[in-house]
């Protein structure tokens, strides 16, 4: 599968719905315990396309954008409008927002991440669709130049930082995802009485 560098039309994915989604695998015991196991490191987001569209103007992108991903066959960005951010939502993205890595003296290369913690448990989301123009990082607090791979979400110093100090950045990130179907239905006259196409997408490992 090939990934195209392009953004879902942010207007329609304002009006999606969708999240991260779990798979736990269950097994009831004959005590009435239960044995919970997961296969997924790795959360996986769905999204429903559809109910963003308001017009037959957003149809037609709807549409167009289809076809040239060719359904299934080619992933693309898609802005999580619940989840973009390395801070919180209403907050604005600071070079101090995530620490991802500590400094050795030798290592240049850190990848982007974003930590989600509650209830003393955290969680490690590798950020592999960083928004360019967006990211900020910083060594001890001190803003540092860098080169940013924005196919892979990872971050090169000229310099290794020096052993002990943290490294943090702030970024915008999109979610890599393709649709999850091949074929699109909608009619004009069902569209104008307030019926919605089903378009499903799902986050792909990149």
Known sequence: MAFHDVRFPTDLS???????????????????????NTPWAHSRRRYDAGLGMRSLEDIDQLIAFFEARQGQLHGFRWKDWMDFKSCAASAQVTALDQQIGVGDGVQRVFALRKTYSSGGVTYQR??????????????????????????????????????GAAVTAGFEFDVPVRFDTDRIEISASGFQAGQVPDVPVIEVRV
């Not at 991260?20 to 044995?35: A, D, H, M, N």
């Not at 924005?150 to 110093?157: L, M, S, V, Y």
């Open 126 to 163: 590798r950020i592999a669709k960083p928004v360019v123009g967006t990211v900020l990082v910083a060594v001890e607090g001190i803003a540092q130049s860098h080169s940013l791979d924005g196919d892979t979400g990872e971050i090169t110093f000229d310099v290794a930082p020096v052993v």
């Open 14 to 36: 304002f009006g999606s719905v969708g999240g991260p989604e779990r798979r736990t695998e269950i097994v009831e015991l004959v005590s009435g315990f239960e044995e919970r």
